[in-house]
């Protein structure tokens, strides 16, 4: 409209223009069966764009951020997409963790082809298996036998032959040579028997000193032969370790041949790091084969040993030989996607268990356990922001992770240093997979605001729509939604006209006629509930009104609080009127948000007024139940009254503001504009029309702005009305901004076109309070005052008395909390 040709300040609104219908002509189909299938992501080409170029930057730190409120079906797109880049990929490398022989608690890591690593798994299972039947029986040939007791006799031999010198060399001397069950010893010999202790004190001195002097150095020689006798039988075991590793080994290395063959078969090429890893094994096995020795039957053990065969599963020496697969993709059609429901910090990053064992806590290589990040590596990982965020150390742990472009498996007490014993410290795992975090709006701004690493990680940011513009286009994307919809969950089809007004229930949870909402989530919810009742009902195809039935159930459960809260209007007990006049007092709308139900309810909010200092008391504020927006908006009433009606003199004026009956916050400047008309009514002594209720915020310079809720609010004031019964005068003052957003409920539309409810769009201040007093608002004429009988005039003259009070009398006192200012922070 041209500047000449101004929009009207004022108007009543048409049934047309209350709810912008769906024409279910429009739809060229019988039902939603004849529909194809909806494919790309409704409504999100901005978000899903950013998530392929996610994927696709193969460069550092480009991980995406996924956000929007709940209901989206965020998820679920995510999820497809990923899938879809996913199946395109090669599948990534099977991990295990295998024994480090040189360092024990340090495991390797092995990574192999995709598929490869359970053929590693069962070849070595197989291989242990052979061994221990393969190994004792090569020990018990005669060949091995005759050798073993050859070593042994050489060994028994020479050291009798030790012990014989000094024997014949004492007896030489006359001295023998005595073996005990203490050790040895020698005694003095007489006509080659051994000369008693009795005729031993009988002989001279001389004699006993020359005879304890050759018994000294027999001693000292038969103690060198001692001495000499474990290196003679650590040679003699030493003899024996080497005839037992060239006979085993035989076994041993057949055995390692036929692994290795098979798994070049299987591998389809040998691979150099299961080549190196085989040759340790075959080393390890070579000198550990006691671990493959059994005991025979009736056989005891030897003290403190426990043989192989006899122990329990875990407590095997032979487990090191076995193969820990940590990953593995030979299922795998494609990269990995994993979304990961639970991140705690042994899900995510991997954990290493433990086997209580005589009241300790023992662990090993196999107990290693792969978390999401192992299991998404060479793909995609989904993870839930909030969850992530409220789990201990997960945070710090991912962008580790993400930053070294590794996952180490570890507690959180060993990356912190918070426990000191001895654990595993196994192989890091290379990393490289895309991150991809779903969360709202507010945890990416957080985020981005006060963890600086979060922009370095999270370069890509997927917005997600709330809302899509509303055209036929659209419309005729909607009902192919829906018939997605109902048959990926099996519902029955919908008719054109349920589909019509499904499309109209969008645009209401979007709060705009010319937008649809893409909560996939309600929209679900709705034709599930349809199906429900069309069901019911008996009936092969969804109906209007099934859909509508579905709505008014939805209505039903959710509105206890609603209906109370009538029914304590209807008694009396909360005071609001919606019939008659009187000044300084008015009929506010306001939300509340119960869960997922919402619903206006009215609130009477009076004013007064009075000679004073010009400041308006925001009683809510006073009272710490007001938020800083209905502060805010009070505050802006203040600059109207100064700027409109005391340019040239003192706002001489204190007046106060409150939600009658309110026990609870208020939050929000969308009913400034009734505080505003409420103080104007106040002050021009002209009362107000009840039956009117009022919603809009306005600026100083008197224009009514846009507000939220404005369908819930209408209809607020409308049921009370009805329960009241309506007369035809009742009716909701809005801001002509919020035209737009009409989508109001039949009933409503139903009673406005009978002429039984009216709506009022307006533009101003001056145009609302005409309607609310039914006097004219004024202008300033070529005096520059305003009429007399106007309301402007009449708040004028009000406020320029109070400024003479002022002048003549001097500031008045301040007495009482209303009186005294606030003092500036």
């Known amino acids: 409209m041209s500047a000449t040709n101004p929009p009207p300040a004022a108007c009543t609104l048409s049934a047309s223009e209350l709810r912008r219908r769906c024409d279910p002509a429009q739809f060229q189909f019988r039902s939603t069966a004849e529909l194809d299938d909806y494919s790309d992501a409704f409504g999100q080409t901005r978000a899903m764009d950013a998530i392929r170029f996610g994927v696709g930057m193969a460069r550092e730190g480009y991980n995406i951020f996924a956000m929007g409120p709940e209901g989206l079906g965020r998820r679920t797109m995510v999820r497809r997409l990923l899938e879809t ?27 192999l082809p995709a598929g490869c690593a359970t053929h590693l798994v069962q070849g070595m299972k197989r291989l242990v298996e ?38 014949e060399r004492a007896r030489s001397q006359g001295i023998a040579l005595l073996r005990t069950p203490a050790g040895f010893g020698f005694a003095p010999m007489n006509g080659g028997a051994v000369l008693p202790p009795a005729e031993f004190q009988k002989l001279s001195a001389e004699e006993q000193t ?23 039988r650590r040679a003699t075991q030493e003899k024996l370790r080497e005839l037992n590793r060239q006979v085993s080994g035989t076994v041993v290395r057949s055995l390692m041949v036929d692994v290795r063959e098979k798994l070049r078969r299987e591998l389809g090429a040998e691979i150099p790091q299961v080549a190196r890893y085989l040759d340790e094994v075959q080393e390890d096995v070579l000198d550990h084969l006691e671990f493959f020795q059994q005991l025979k039957e009736g056989e005891a053990p030897a003290p403190f040993a426990q043989p192989a065969a006899r122990l329990e599963p875990w407590e095997s020496p032979l487990r090191r030989y076995e193969v820990n697969l940590l990953v593995e993709h030979s299922r795998s059609a494609g990269a990995p996607v994993v979304y990961e429901d639970n991140p705690s910090h042994g899900n995510l990053i991997g954990r290493i268990e433990h086997v209580a064992r005589m009241g300790a806590l023992i662990t090993d290589f196999t107990l290693i356990r792969a978390g999401a990040l192992q299991r998404a590596n060479g793909g995609y990982l989904m993870l839930d922001a909030l969850k992530v965020l409220s789990q201990p150390f997960v945070w710090e742990a991912l962008k580790r992770a993400l930053r070294s472009r590794e996952s180490r498996i570890e507690s959180p007490g060993q990356a912190y240093s918070l426990i000191s014993t001895v654990s595993l ?42 809302h899509i513009e509303r055209d036929s286009g659209s419309d005729q994307a909607y009902a192919r939604v829906i018939a997605t919809l109902a048959r990926a969950e099996r519902l029955r089809p919908l008719e054109p006209a349920a589909v019509a007004l499904v499309v109209e229930q969008g645009a209401r949870n979007a709060g705009d006629a010319e937008r649809l909402s893409v909560q996939m989530r309600a929209l679900c919810d709705l034709v599930r509930e349809a199906d429900h009742w069309c069901g019911a009902a008996g009936r092969d195809l969804i109906g209007a009104a099934d859909v509508q039935r579905a709505l008014d159930a939805q209505q039903t459960r959710n509105d206890r609080v609603r209906s109370e809260l009538q029914k304590e209007v209807l008694r009396g007990t909360l005071l609001v009127d919606t019939q008659g006049v009187r000044a300084g007092q008015i009929n506010g709308l306001a939300v509340m948000q119960l869960g997922a139900f919402a619903f206006g309810m009215p609130h009477r909010i009076t004013a007064s007024t009075r000679f004073g200092n010009g400041r308006v008391v925001d009683i809510e504020r006073e009272a710490n139940l007001g938020g800083p927006l209905h502060s805010k908006g009070v505050m802006i009433l203040a600059g109207f009254l100064a700027g409109r009606y005391a340019p040239n003199q003192p706002l001489s004026l204190s ?40 919603t809009g915020s306005v600026n100083q310079h008197g224009d009514v702005q846009a507000i939220g809720g404005v369908n819930e609010k209408i209809e607020g004031f409308f049921d009370l009305c009805k329960l009241r019964g309506l007369t035809g005068g009742e009716g909701v003052m809005i801001p002509a901004a919020n035209v ?67 002048t003549s009398q001097g500031r008045p006192a301040r007495s009482g909390k209303t009186w005294r200012a606030r003092p500036e922070k």
């Open 425 to 466: 410290e196994p192989q890091p795992v290379p990393l490289d997979v895309k991150v991809v975090l779903v969360g709202q709006r507010s945890h990416y701004y957080l985020l981005h605001a006060y963890d600086p690493e979060f922009a370095e990680l999270f370069k890509v940011v997927a917005d997600f729509e709330d």
């Open 130 to 167: 052979d061994m221990r039947a393969g190994i004792p029986a090569a020990l018990e040939t005669d060949a091995y036998r005759a050798r073993r007791d050859e070593i042994e006799t050489e060994f028994g031999e020479g050291q009798e032959r030790a012990f014989g010198a000094i024997a």
């Open 655 to 694: 007046a106060s503001l409150v939600f009658e009956q309110s026990y609870g916050g208020v939050e929000g400047d969308s009913a400034s504009s009734a505080e505003l008309y409420a103080l104007l009514s106040a002050l021009s002594g002209l009362p107000i029309r009840q039956s009117v209720a009022v």
């Open 740 to 806: 737009k957003h009409l989508m109001l409920r039949e009933d409503v539309v139903a009673a406005v076109e009978a002429g039984r409810f009216a709506v009022y769009a307006v533009r101003t201040i001056d145009a609302g309070i005409e309607i609310l007093t039914g006097m004219p608002a004024g202008s300033r004429g070529a005096d520059g005052r305003y009429p007399p009988e106007s309301v402007n005039g009449r708040v004028e003259a009000r406020l320029s008395g109070y400024a003479a009070r002022t």
């Open 210 to 232: 020359a005879i304890q002097e050759k018994i000294a150095a027999l001693q000292a020689e038969l103690e060198r032969v001692i001495q000499e006798v474990p290196r003679l």
């Open 85 to 111: 880049q996913a199946a395109g990929r090669a599948a990534p490398a099977d991990c295990c963790y295998v024994f480090n022989f040189r360092v024990p608690e340090k495991p390797g890591l092995l990574q």
